[in-house]
C-alpha cells in the first residue's frame, strides 16, 4: 500500500498462495565433521516474528508508523521522528495485522482477517487519541483497497462483495463518520476496478473465465463501455494512468510472447507505443512519482532482480545509497512523505532480511532504522545460486540451488522444494525455509517448472492441463539432473512444498515413489474434483478459465483422476507428513483429510498438523515454529540431516 517508486497495480491474481551446511550423516552413513563456522541456527531464529517491519512515513514526513511483535503477533505502533518514544496502536493477540498505511497524518488504517478465512476487513485508529474502530464490520464479508485516495483527506475507495459473494461492488468510504456510500454497482463478473490519479473510477475488468472484458469511460462520462476484449491467455493489466489521465501505462503481452510495458489507449482500445521489453522476461513493473509526475523505474527479475531508473532525480538517490550501503544488497525505496525529499529504503540479499534506513534528500543523510533480524549473521547463512538444465523434452528449465555451508557438493542429502501457485516463479532473494533446510545440510532445488510465470505466454501456457504430468516431469528431471551432477545422493531426497507445491509433493511421492526417501505436504491439493468444487465463491467467474488450464471436470474427467494422488496412495511408499489449517479458504482442509483418510485405510500411519485458527499457511508465529520443528525432525529421520536436539536415525 505504498504511494510511489513501485507498481501501482491493483490487478487481482488468482493464485493458490496469492503462498520461499554441514551434516551430521551422509546417506552413506559416514560421519561428517562439522566445522565451527556452520552453527546450527535454531529453528525459531528463521521464523520468529521480525524484530521491526513495514516501516511507513506519514504524509508530512514527520512520523513514521510500523510493525513489531505484541504477545507474538505484529501490531502497529508510530514515533515522532527525533521524540525517541515509540507508541502501541494496536493490541491485537488473536491474529497478525495483515496490511496498513497512513490516512492523512493522524489515522492509521488496517486489515485484519478472522483465524485465516481470508475476508479481511479495515479497521482505523486514531494515531493521537489511539482510539480505533472497525469499518467494514460485515460478517463472511471480504474487503479489497482500490484507492487511497491521498488527496481525500478521510475517504477510501473499496470494493466488498457484501450484498452477493461472487460479486464485489465499489463503495466510498468515510473513515470518520463511518458511512459507506455505493460507489458503482458491479455489472456482472467485474474482478477489478481502477482509478485516474484523480481517484476516478475508469477501468472495469471483467471475465467470464476464458475471456477479459475492458470497460472504460471518460473522466466525464457516467456510464462503462466495452472497449476491448481479450482471451484470458492474453494479458493487458493497466498499471496506471498517464499523468494527463488521458491513457494508461500498462504490462501486455498482445502480440508478443513476453510482457512488456506500453502506453495503451484504452478509448481506442489499442497500443500506442512501448516504453520497453526484454527478450528473456516478462516486465510488469513500474514506478513513477506523483509529486513531479515522472517515470521512476522498470524492475523485472531474470536470474535475479534488476532495475532500470528513468530519471535523473531516481538515479541521484540510488547512487548515494550504492555508494553508502555497498553492491552486497539489493537496495529498494519502499515509501515516502508527500513532498518526496524523505523516503523509507529497505536492503535485502539471498542471505540477509537486510535493514531499513531514512534517507533524507534535503540533508543527503541516511540513517539507520533497525535491522530486520539482528540475530541471523550472514556469515552463517547460504548463497542461492541460480542454475538451468534441461528437461527430458528439451524445454529449458530455470531455478536456484542453494547448498549447505562447509561440505563438498557431492553426495548430498536434498530437498526438492517447488513453488505455490502454480501460476508463479521463484525469484533470487531472501527464503527463510531455503536457509533454514540448508542450515541442516539440505541441498535445496527450487524449480520454475512449465507453467510458470515471468518467462512469457508460451512457457506459462505449455503447463495447460499438465499438473501431475509435464510440470511434474519438469521437477523429475530437476532430481535427475542433481544425481547426474553427482550433488544428489539418490537414497537421500525428500520433496517439500506448499499450496501447489504441496500437490507437487503428493504427486512425487505418488507417481515417481522410488525418487523420494520422504515429502511434507503444507496445504496441498490431493484431488482435483473436490479442490474445484470447495473454492471461494468470488473465485467463480474464473471457473471456465481453471478448467482450461487445469482441467474440467467433466470433460477431462479420465486425466483429472489419473492425476489425483488421492486415488493413487496405494503407490506411495515414503514417510508423509501433511499440514493443514483448518480454515483454509483456497484448499480446503477435506483435501488433506482425504489423503490421511486414504493412507489410514491402507494401514500407512502419516504425520498429520492441524491448525484450527490458520487458513492457507500458518502465520501465528507458534504454529510456525512448531510446523517447522516437526519438519526438522521428520527430515532429519528420513534424509539424515542434522538437527537443533537429539533424533531417531533411520
Known sequence: MMRMWRRQSKAILLSFLGFAFSILMACSGDVVQVPAEAPIIPVQDFFRNPENAYFLLSPSGKQIAFAKPYQNRMNIFSTVLGSGDTVQLTFATDRNIASFFWKGENQIVYAKDNNGDENFHLFVMDVQSKVGKELTPFPSVSVVLIDELPNQENTLLISMNKENKELFDVYRLNILSGEIVLEAKNPGAVSNWITDHNGRLRIAIQSDGVNTVFLYKEANQKEFKKVLTTSFKESLTPLFFT???????????????????????????????????????????LSFSPKRKVLTQITYSTAKNEQILLDTLTAHIYKTLRKELGNSYEIYLTDHNLAEDKFIVRTISDRSLGATYLYDLNQSSLTKIADRAPWLKEAALCERMPVSYRASDGVLIHGYLTLPLGVVAQNLPVVINPHGGPWDRDNWGWNPEVQFLANRGYAVLQINFRGSTGYGRAFWESGFKQWGRAMQQDITDGVQWLI???????????????????????????????????????????????????????????????YEMVGDPIKDSVMLREVSPVFHVHKIKAPLFIAQGANDPRVNKSESDQMVEALKKRGVKVLYMVKENEGHGFTNEENRLEFYQEMELFLAKHLGGRVGRKVDRP
Not at 512488456?260 to 482500445?269: C, E, N, S, W, Y
Not at 539418490?490 to 520422504?518: D, H, N, Q, V
Request: hydrophobic fraction near 40%.
Open 484 to 546: 547426474k551432477e553427482g550433488i544428489a545422493n539418490p537414497k537421500r531426497i525428500g520433496i517439500y512444498g506448499a499450496s501447489y507445491g504441496g500437490y507437487a509433493t503428493l504427486a512425487g511421492l505418488t507417481f515417481t515413489p522410488e525418487l523420494y526417501a520422504c515429502g511434507v505436504d503444507y496445504v496441498g491439493v490431493s484431488n482435483m474434483f473436490t479442490f474445484m468444487q470447495t473454492v471461494p465463491p468470488y473465485w467463480k467467474p474464473f471457473m471456465n478459465m481453471m
Open 243 to 285: 499523468f494527463d489521465n488521458a491513457y494508461v501505462y500498462a504490462s501486455s503481452n498482445i502480440g508478443r510472447d513476453k510482457s512488456a510495458i506500453v502506453i495503451f489507449d484504452m478509448a481506442k482500445g489499442k497500443e500506442i507505443a512501448v516504453l520497453f521489453e526484454h527478450p528473456e522476461v516478462d516486465v510488469s513493473d
